[in-house]
């Protein structure tokens, strides 16, 4: 395996032509952009429309010191423009109104279609008109329960062009977590799809927004519109039979089908001009104390700032096609399938399914269909791809692609090494991208035709970004050294609150150290200059790229009534990069057995999503406590690694536990 120091330099036919040819420019913007931020974003904005200009002089204003007031960040205070806009009209206006935005693949490989910017314009604005119509007014939360289909791209921006704040939800999570984050928004509409097919699984959509709204009007509110995109007839299934869309059941008076709607509303549909400032969207995020975090992103610094991204990280083209495969649920899928390739007027693939369907290797297939110039997806599918064949990749043309992407959680050098050579033939950049929901966009990353690659490193901030390492004590580590991964000021697109709660975004992100932006995550330098993540500080599990918190795990097991305490822990895992170790104590009267395991995956599949089901539960007669009676996780993390060497115990209230912890570890660990 390569070591730290192994560099591998952009290739040739990457660097020429590339908006950025070499690490001395690298340096030199990024110089710029955090000397005279004004000039440097001030000339970004201007590719823009602004219904009221830009006020130069109050360009932007920023408080990140706590004990000087309260926490906020401004850029572009006062002027007014419309994301959809600007990603739409402009684009039209600039004579690519022809130009294909979307190349949509369907999980079947016989379904699939494309949308022009055009086109994409007239659907945005009748599905706008759809929601005003059904009393859908700027600030109203719209909850978005979505497969990856265009209309889900048509319903991001039909709210953006009325104002409305879309509220994403990964169309993975359970019913409850999905009402949770429903009621917690108050969100008026709701869109989703009777179901979707992801591989050879069935998801019955509607089915589950039907049981969340209804524990939402449980608890007082009640979504009055929910509109359904009949989707399951329209496509192949695996096995070949269509499938009956009357098996929906529909609600009357609040349910209404997107086909019985869209097509015969207006479209055109002025758009409504927003503050800069004016909320975008918000998109739920775990956070430690158990109750998700609503992250805020407003208009006109997440617009610039994901435009500026896209173009530069994946060193976009015109004549490129870029495709990402994150779910549009995701940060990665609203800043790089959605905001970002748009503003930059660029031809992206939306692909619906599975990297495994209809077999392992589609992702290959579908690059060289839409001869894919860069590519995005996440470390964990990375790792499950190279356990097949290497003849799965090496039988397809992936001769067009030029930049690869990582995304969500570290890339180990091995799985960056297989993406490098059997992917990139060696001659590809590969882009590490840091970031997370409340970044916006990527912060740390190498730049394709700049930047040195070493395998595993974020390596460098990205422009207006100034990460700092501190130690516990809040210290600068300069040079190499190893501590907390913070920023000491905002860049465009940094979320500006939590919805309804900026108390909490303040003590979450800005208390720990005050004058920085925390993270939450860990990081080193090396002698180089290079950033690494290593990963969570918090007490956050990344299972193959979805973050959650332990604490929302262990709350949810031990309502079971048989358990009295539950610690849970993350462990290394060769695919999902982690995966959850639970260890749990029963009461006197509950009976460790394998239906209880059973069942206690079963409730953490559905509180929080398929996803999130543990790998690993042990019995715990006793958990390693301090005599304060703090549960000592860094012990129990090494108990679900088996690694004896526990460190100092001195604390631990009863040494014993830990004893018998590593004697009883089940055979499945
Ligand atoms: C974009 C996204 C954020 C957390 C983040 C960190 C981890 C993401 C990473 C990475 C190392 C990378 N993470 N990208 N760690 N290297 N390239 O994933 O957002 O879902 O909010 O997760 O993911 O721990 O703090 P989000």
């Known amino acids: 395996m390569p070591s730290q120091r192994t560099v591998y330099e952009p290739h040739a036919s990457v660097v020429k032509n590339s908006h950025v040819p070499s690490l001395a420019h690298y340096e030199e913007m990024h110089k710029k952009s955090l000397e005279k931020p004004e000039e440097f974003w001030g000339e970004i904005a201007k590719q823009f429309y602004w219904e009221t200009p830009i006020d130069h002089k109050n360009f932007f204003r920023y408080n990140f010191d706590i004990t000087k007031g309260p926490i906020f960040t401004k850029w572009m205070d006062g002027a007014t423009t419309n994301v959809s806009y600007n990603l739409l009209d402009r684009n039209v206006r600039n004579g690519n109104g022809e130009k294909i935005a979307f190349y949509w693949e369907g999980n079947h490989p016989d379904d699939y279609s494309r949308l022009t910017y055009k086109r994409l314009l007239e659907e945005v604005s009748r599905f706008a008109n759809v929601l005003k119509s059904r009393g859908v007014q700027k600030g109203d939360r719209v909850a978005v329960y ?16 009325i104002g409305a704040i879309h509220s994403l939800v990964f169309a993975g999570f359970s019913a409850d977590s999905f009402s949770e984050r429903i009621l917690d928004c108050r969100a008026k509409v709701l869109v989703t799809s009777d179901g979707a097919w992801r591989g050879e699984k069935l998801l019955q959509l509607k089915a589950i927004c039907d049981q969340a709204m209804s524990k939402c009007a449980q608890k007082g509110h009640n979504v009055e519109t929910c509109v359904v995109v009949s989707h399951l007839a329209r496509v192949t299934s695996p096995s070949g039979t269509p499938y009956k869309s009357n098996k929906t059941p529909m609600t009357d008076g609040r349910d209404i089908y997107w086909q019985d709607v869209v097509p015969q509303a207006s479209t055109s549909c002025y758009p409504e001009w927003m503050e800069a400032e004016d909320p975008l969207f918000m998109l739920y995020t775990s956070g430690s104390t158990g109750k998700p975090k609503g992250v805020l992103h407003t208009t006109g610094g997440y617009m610039i700032y994901a435009a500026t991204t896209f173009k530069y990280v994946f060193d976009y083209r015109p004549s490129d096609v870029y495709w990402c495969t994150a779910d549009i649920g995701w940060i990665t899928g609203h800043t790089y399938v959605v905001y970002g390739p748009l503003a930059n007027g660029a031809t992206s693939v939306l692909y619906e399914g599975t990297p495994f369907y209809p077999d392992n290797d589609r992702f290959w297939v579908v690059v060289d269909k839409y001869k894919v110039n860069q590519f995005y997806t996440a470390p964990t599918a990375i790792r499950a791809l190279m356990k097949f064949e290497d003849d799965l990749v090496t039988r397809h043309d992936l001769s067009s692609l030029r930049v690869l992407g990582s995304v969500g959680e570290p890339i180990n050098p091995e799985a960056w090494m297989w993406y490098y050579k059997l992917v990139g033939h060696e001659r590809c950049s590969i882009v590490d991208t840091f970031w997370q929901t409340e970044t916006g966009g990527h912060v ?9 690659m070493k395998p595993g490193a974020a390596s460098f901030p990205f422009f207006g970004v100034q990460p700092v390492i501190l130690d516990e004590a809040g210290k600068e580590v300069k040079g190499e050294g190893e501590g907390y991964l913070v920023f000491a000021r905002p860049w465009p697109s940094l979320m ?4 309804n709660d900026h108390d909490r975004y303040e003590t979450t ?9 925390c993270t939450g995550d860990g990081a080193k330098r090396d002698a180089d200059g290079y950033l690494w993540v290593t990963g969570r500080v918090d007490d956050m599990l990344n299972v193959s790229g979805h973050l959650m918190s332990t604490a929302e795990v262990e709350s949810i097991l031990t309502e079971h009534p048989s358990l ?24 006197e009267h509950g009976v460790f057995d394998d239906k209880l395991i059973k ?23 006793a958990l390693p406590k301090t005599r304060s009676g703090k549960i000592m996780r860094r012990i129990l993390r090494k108990i679900a690694v088996n690694d004896r060497d526990v460190g100092d115990i001195s604390t631990l209230a009863d040494a014993m536990v830990v004893e018998q912890l590593f004697a009883t570890r089940p055979k499945n660990a």
């Open 146 to 161: 979505m497969p990856m289909i265009l209309e889900a791209v048509v319903t991001i921006l039909a709210c953006a062009r």
């Open 496 to 499: 500006r609150s939590l919805y």
């Open 564 to 587: 009295a305490e539950a610690a849970v822990v993350a462990k290394p895992h060769p695919v999902k990069g982690e995966c959850l170790y639970c260890f749990i104590t029963t009461t």
């Open 444 to 452: 740390l990353t190498p730049l394709p035709g700049a930047t040195p």
């Open 509 to 517: 992100y800005f208390t720990k150290f005050p004058g920085y932006y």
């Open 599 to 621: 069942e206690l995956k079963q409730i953490v599949r559905e509180r929080i999503g398929p996803f999130a089901q543990p790998d690993v539960i042990q019995n715990a007669p």
